[in-house]
């Protein structure tokens, strides 16, 4: 119990230490909720016109307009989150590898990857989050039913599950440079994996679409992120979601799992810049 009010009391510094820097620099803070406040609207400006040429989006089975915006909402909160709490640190985390910087983290008293990955806090992230949630209301007050108070938490859950899968791919992508000296095309990587997390899973079809859902799905498991989620949110009595919501939570445990595993190869691989 000490150990984790020593890591709270810790976080809390950062989380306070941060605030503090971004009201330091308010106009960048502004700067930074707007231009992704923009982003979300441009992204809703498109979808409003998608609909308008068709009903749904995907197969038979397709997302219906308030259900999809449901499940842009849903990528809009896990997205947040993770701009949020990590995908600063992770950044920087390359750099402390690079520059030698790492070396006073390691002397610190506390485990390194909480270190690495909680230092800053993005509050501008905040403006993404709120507009993910508004949506997410708006939508769900449009549909046929309403989510029960088991399907909030189990909303919740899988939101964390899914905040937990991106982080484990960008720690085990930051750690790499440890070997690899520079891997900003491989950081870039998170990127360019993540965009087929933006989309239901029914939009991959046939000879080429398959291949992407399962690779996806099973072995880098991103399209369970805001999939599962948004489809216990709209759709809890659908059979299929039963076993994917336990493959979830199966994929997040291995993916966090196999990137301390990484993290810790990579401890153990690194050198110091003035070794």
């Not at 219906?64 to 449901?70: I, K, L, Q, T």
């Not at 440890?178 to 994996?193: E, H, K």
Request: glycine share 6%.
């Amino acid at each position: 119990m000490s150990n984790i009010t020593t890591y709270w009391r810790v976080f809390r510094t950062f989380a306070r230490n941060s605030l503090i820097r971004d009201m330091t620099f308010r106009s960048n803070f502004i700067i930074d909720s707007i231009s992704s406040l923009a982003w979300v609207f441009l992204n809703v400006v498109l979808y409003l016109q998608v609909f308008r040429f068709t009903n749904s989006i995907g197969d038979h089975t397709g997302w219906g307009r308030y259900e999809f915006y449901a499940f842009f909402s849903t990528g809009l909160i896990v997205n947040a989150l993770a701009q949020m709490f990590f995908m600063t640190n992770i950044d920087e985390f390359t750099d402390l590898i690079r520059t030698g910087g790492l070396d006073f983290l390691l002397l610190k008293p506390i485990d390194t990857q909480f270190m690495i990955s909680l230092r800053r806090i993005e509050w501008s992230s905040l403006s993404n989050l709120a507009a993910g949630i508004i949506v997410l209301v708006y939508s769900m007050t449009r549909l046929p039913h309403l989510p029960g108070m088991g399907q909030c938490v189990l909303y919740g859950v899988y939101l964390i599950c899914g905040v937990a899968i991106y982080y484990s791919l960008m720690i085990t992508l930051g750690a790499s440079t440890v070997w690899m000296g520079r891997n900003l095309t491989l950081y870039d990587f998170w990127f360019y994996i993540t965009t087929f997390s933006r989309y239901p899973m029914e939009i991959y079809t046939g000879q080429l679409g398959r291949p992407l859902r399962f690779a996806f799905t099973f072995i880098i498991p991103v399209l369970i992120v805001v999939n599962i989620p948004a489809r216990l949110m709209v759709r809890p009595l659908e059979s299929q979601n039963g076993w994917l919501a336990g493959f979830a939570l199966l994929a997040t445990a291995a993916s966090v799992a196999a990137s301390r595993w990484v993290f810790l190869k990579a401890l153990a691989g690194y050198r110091s810049a003035s070794s």
